[in-house]
């Protein structure tokens, strides 16, 4: 299976501290995609990053992929109360009829 | 530009009874996805249909089917519901580029 697996499972942090999850998966991919889901709603997408990019920021997030470990990280620097939610990391297979798979994700909790 | 939109946001149902779940995407997207999100078992594909046809099948018994229209509105049906369907149904769709923008999801409870 191409499921992306986070570790860790759950995370608390100081705010203002950085945060950073990472990402494991098993085959080959065409990208692979972070989203944040809040409480019970939908999923919202952060970042795309493709297999042939190494890093992509954006705002206070940055994500790095490494294809010959089959893993990546998202980076969440100078985190917020706002920040507090689930991370889900997603990949997409090499075919064109692959479907997304997500994986468990890491809930990230951030203390006042 | 509207976001995707899913009807009804809950739902409570008794086991035994059938259900239909609906979905419209962004306009112009054409590709749909369904996903079945428990707290046991996290996000699990349904299904994925493109100009109408389905694309993708997930590892889901036959009383879960779907289908979409030509306007790429998309609906989900769930037959003789079980407790263990009770879940948050989440539609997605996508263009060619980039990732899914998911809809808020439909909360579904068997009873």
């Known amino acids: 299976s191409q499921q992306g697996e986070e570790d860790p499972q759950a995370l608390s942090i100081q705010e203002g501290e950085n945060a950073t999850m990472n990402c494991s998966y098993k085959?080959?991919?065409?990208?692979l995609q972070w989203y944040r889901q809040n409480s019970g709603r939908g999923l919202v997408h952060l970042i795309l990053i493709r297999s042939n990019e190494r890093e992509k920021h954006s705002g206070r997030l940055r994500v790095t992929l490494d294809t010959s470990k089959k893993s990546s990280s998202l980076l969440i620097t100078a985190s917020r109360a706002a920040d507090t939610a689930s991370y889900f990391c997603a990949t997409e297979g090499m075919n064109r009829d692959d479907k997304i798979i997500f994986g468990k994700g890491t809930r990230l909790h951030i203390l006042p | 530009k509207a976001g995707v939109t899913q009807t009804p946001r809950y739902l409570i149902k008794t086991r035994g009874q059938q259900v239909t779940l609906s979905c419209s995407p962004i306009?112009?997207?054409?590709?749909v996805s369904w996903y079945q999100q428990t707290p046991g078992q996290g996000l699990q594909f349904l299904f994925e249909?493109?100009?109408?046809?389905?694309?993708n099948k997930g590892n889901f018994p036959g009383r879960f089917s779907g289908r979409q229209f030509s306007n790429s509105r998309s609906e989900m049906n769930v037959s003789t519901l079980e407790l263990g369907d009770s879940a948050l149904y989440l539609c997605?769709?996508?263009?060619?580029?980039?990732?899914?923008?998911f809809g808020s999801g439909t909360r579904l409870t068997v009873v």
């Open positions: 085959t080959s991919i065409n990208n």
């Open positions: 249909y493109f100009s109408e046809t389905q694309r």
């Open positions: 997605a769709s996508r263009d060619s580029y980039y990732g899914y923008t």
């Open positions: 306009s112009g997207h054409r590709s």
